[in-house]
């Protein structure tokens, strides 16, 4: 074997060597996108045609980033007025349900919502709600997604805006 080709082979081996580490490494990084989340709902309370056990069903939109724009609509399965020492009690609301977000692009999101509900009107603190939610499953792009979701709102005129933040990730 002539020097020229030993010192060939000897430069791939040791580009081979310092490579190996940086693609594992690399693979190590590959994992599910995780980035902020902001939203806003604005929903409206409906009866007819709700399939709550307990009487509470919304339906809105939801216009936030990483392409969460579509409609909502939330059905409640539990409820509760056991809030004694609450602002506003009895009319202050535990309640848990489903929210489902059909987005513009038909991925769906669905989550379980948990929060509190002051239904109280001409106080300071009446329509105030806050919650978090827990992804229970999606499709497309958000299919397998996970992470902590909160939302803060007010009922306005009537409808319920809600801010959504948190973190989002997925594969």
Not at 5 to 11: D, H, K, L, N, V
Not at 128 to 157: C, D, L, P, Y
Request: charged letters at 15%; aromatic letters at 6%; glycine letters at 12%.
């Amino acid at each position: 074997m002539s020097n020229t080709s030993a010192r060939m082979r000897a430069a791939i081996v040791s580009m081979a060597i310092v490579a190996l580490p940086g693609s594992l490494f690399a693979a190590e990084l590959k994992g599910p996108i995780c980035a902020p989340l902001h939203a806003e709902i604005v929903a409206t309370q409906f009866a007819k045609g709700c399939t709550s056990a307990v009487g509470l069903c919304t339906m809105g939109t939801i216009k936030g980033n990483l392409g969460l724009n579509g409609v909502t609509s939330f059905v409640a399965d539990s409820l509760d007025a056991g809030l004694t020492t609450a602002p506003d009690a009895p009319a202050t609301l535990a309640y848990s349900g489903v929210l489902h977000i059909t987005l513009a692009s038909h991925e769906t999101i669905t989550l379980r919502d948990t929060g509190v509900f002051d239904t109280a009107t001409g106080t300071p603190t009446g329509g105030f709600f806050a919650a978090f939610e827990r992804i229970e499953g999606a499709t497309g792009r958000f299919k397998n997604a996970t992470g902590s979701i909160f939302s803060v709102g007010k009922t306005i005129n009537g409808q319920l805006v809600a801010q959504i933040s948190g973190e989002l990730c997925w594969d």
